[in-house]
């Protein structure tokens, strides 16, 4: 299948894991199915055309660039932007994926700063339309982020014309929100997917996310764990999605046992 990415984090993590190089962890990743991958702004960021010559020599296209901003705090939109945009045209990312920054302070601080994150990703949205980039928010699973929640995403939807959603299917769990509810309120508004499940135990690493109800989520392979996978892929399937669909484990070990079953679970159902 070529519609699987993973993200160049995983990569090292198993480079690190394995004991390998990360071109070896590309390359096993490669075998495994993996035909494009997410690199950070701060992956790339030290030398992009470094990393876009290791990626062509496997024959791995880059699905995405995730890039965080801190439109809350500073507004210079141009300045935040230009080494992002640089760094995503050296590596062939043709969709930018967009953190706008986190409430600090005091609590009654955080409309301002969300006006000011929403005006600044309105901004950026037009510089990185003029350059040929398209962008995507996904719902943040941070207590601290404005998009946190199907709310919090739609409201930057709603005032950025172009900006479409990052659907991460273990996100809204996060929010205690139910992702098969969240996929129909974005429906038509999902351009790019990150395949995320959850588990409650610990079998797959043990690097824990509480949930805002008090959960304690722990890293699992697509598939294996409490997130309606199944039900998920049937809805974006009806609605039309055609585009990539990037696994995401942070966090697991052992990271590439992980991928592995991952990428044979999905390849089974889409």
Known sequence: MKNLATFYDHILEIAKQERVSAGEAL???ARLGI???EVSYANAQADPRALAGELARRGLGVSAMPAFFDF???PDVEAQAAPVLEAAEVLGAKTILVIPGFWTGEEAERPAQTEAMLEAAGRLCQLAGRRGFRLVMEEFDNAASPIATV???SRFLDHCPGLMACFDTGNFRFAAQDEREACRALRGRI????LKD???TPEFGKDALTALDGAVLYPSPVG??????EELLRQLKAEGYEGLYTIEHYGAAP???CLRQSVEWVQSRI
Not at 224 to 229: E, K
């Open 72 to 74: 809350g705090q500073n």
């Open 35 to 37: 035909a494009w991958v």
């Open 151 to 153: 709310e919090g995403l």
């Open 198 to 200: 959850r588990r409650l």
């Open 255 to 257: 990271m590439r046992e």
């Open 27 to 29: 390359e096993e990743a």
């Open 224 to 229: 294996g764990g409490i997130i309606q996978m």
């Open 191 to 194: 351009g790019h997917v990150h």
